[in-house]
């Protein structure tokens, strides 16, 4: 399989080159060239396999041609010793609980298969000191670092906004030291970002040090997200409840939300998406206007969402391609939804009070976004609850009046010293100090 740029102005790679460069020289995405169609009678079958087992299969569809079965059989059995249930909540309305991984966050899976794949590349092919360059908004951070501690071969930067994510998401990436740096910039989540893409432009920065990135810009890192999709069907077509799936994604960079919309390409039914947003709405602004205007991205209360230049609404427009008119294919697929904190804390309130469910911040977006979208006869309907609840235990327990366990692997990493190095968002101050180490 090769992989073209979105940009289309750089020779198409491997997937070794894709995963390892992340981005392309043009300045644009990797997508693969081709997007396998899995046949309906396997997709039938995930409704008696686990978790483990379906991500095989989607694994094979996506990578066989560039790894051995065997060996990508193996990196999922190293991704995923955790599982995704599908929790029902009332009527039709499903919470697809994504935080069972080792941060407990959704990232966790797409982290831990990408350490994996870049290690397996690193042995087979001998490349050597690789660095990684990570922007977080809260839980890329926390899975990237953990999912990379202790890789030989490998040093991860973690580049994050000061004050803008939760203490708990910040112990779990400044606290650990080995091959992980926790860089704290004065800056938003989009200062960040555009520092780990100016970093892969410069000439002199590149020829210092093989750099890579473990944002979903890498193809790496969002596309095992598609395993999550077919999980929750199966588990959904065993309740005969698949039939009709509307799925409802708290969207920040939109890699998620990329990752199932990769997987409906590969032939799941997912009758459409919703992309939930918090103040950060450049997408849903797309949505009715068709015209792509990033900003700056604003603080709130589902922080893992403060984006306001989203790098995968390139890998939408580029999926979309395909049709006459594109703008009207992706309105027919995906509609939006945009809250304010007060919507998020109200939505928080009243599915405590009526069910006994914790949301986060973040899949309280998910959650509304469905309730709002008023399901039709039959639809079924499927959120993603992203992050454990713990995680923004100050802002839970505030807006519930609440006192939430904090679990064990959150509690363990509260223990340990922040370590961080403060950085300005200024590109040259950051080359700086990139170049001495």
């Not at 070794?16 to 997709?43: C, H, Q, S, T, W």
């Not at 066989?64 to 029902?88: A, E, H, S, W, Y």
Request: proline residues 4%; negative net charge.
């Amino acid at each position: 399989m090769k992989y073209y740029s979105t940009n289309k102005e750089a020779p198409l790679a491997s997937l070794k080159r894709a995963v390892i460069k992340g981005l392309a020289g043009d300045k644009g995405l990797y997508m693969p060239e081709n997007i396998d169609l899995l046949k309906d009678f396997v997709i039938g079958e995930m409704k008696d396999m686990s978790f483990q087992e379906i991500a095989c299969v989607v694994a094979r569809a996506l990578f066989g041609d560039d790894v051995n079965g065997d060996t990508l059989d193996q990196i999922i059995i190293d991704t995923l010793p955790f599982d995704t249930p599908v929790v029902p909540l009332h009527d039709n309305i499903y919470s697809l609980e994504l935080f069972h991984g080792p941060t407990l966050a959704f990232k966790d899976v797409g982290a831990r298969f990408m350490a994996r794949l870049l290690g397996y590349f690193i042995d087979k092919e001998g490349v050597k000191d690789v660095n990684v360059l990570v922007a977080t908004s809260g839980d890329t951070g926390s899975a990237v670092a953990n999912g990379f501690l202790g890789v030989e071969g490998i040093k991860v930067y973690v580049l994050y906004p000061k004050g803008k994510v939760s203490a708990i998401q910040e112990c779990q990436f400044t606290t650990l030291g080995q091959n992980i740096t926790a860089l704290e910039i004065e800056g938003t989540f989009d200062d960040c970002q555009a520092l780990v893409k100016a970093a892969f432009m410069d000439e002199e920065m590149n020829e210092h040090s093989k750099l890579t990135s473990a944002n979903s810009i890498n193809i790496a890192r969002f596309l095992p997200q598609a395993f999550y999709y077919f999980h929750a069907y199966g588990q959904l077509d065993k309740k005969g409840k698949a039939d009709k799936l509307v799925v409802s994604v708290p969207s920040g960079n939109f890699g998620n939300l990329t990752a199932g919309l990769f997987a409906y390409w590969m032939g799941l039914p997912i009758r459409r998406f919703i992309a939930a947003n918090n103040l950060n709405d450049v997408f849903l602004d797309y949505l009715k206007t068709g015209m792509y205007t990033p900003r700056p991205s604003v603080a709130t209360l589902a922080n893992a969402m403060d984006v306001g230049n989203p790098s995968n609404f390139a890998r939408i427009i580029d999926l979309f391609s395909i049709y006459p008119h594109p703008y009207a294919a992706i309105r027919k697929r995906i509609s939006g939804y945009r809250y304010t904190d007060e919507d998020i804390a109200a939505t928080m309130r009243q599915v405590y009070r009526q069910y006994g469910y914790v949301l986060d911040p973040h899949g309280a977006c998910g959650y509304q976004a469905l309730a709002d979208n008023k399901l039709t006869e039959g639809e079924t309907g499927l959120f993603l609850e992203t992050a454990h609840p713990a995680k923004f235990k100050n802002t839970v327990d505030e807006i519930l009046g609440t006192d939430i366990v904090i679990p064990a692997r959150l509690r363990a990493f509260m223990e340990g010293e922040k370590q961080s190095i403060p950085l300005g968002k200024d590109f040259a101050g950051f080359k700086n100090f990139f170049l001495q180490q």
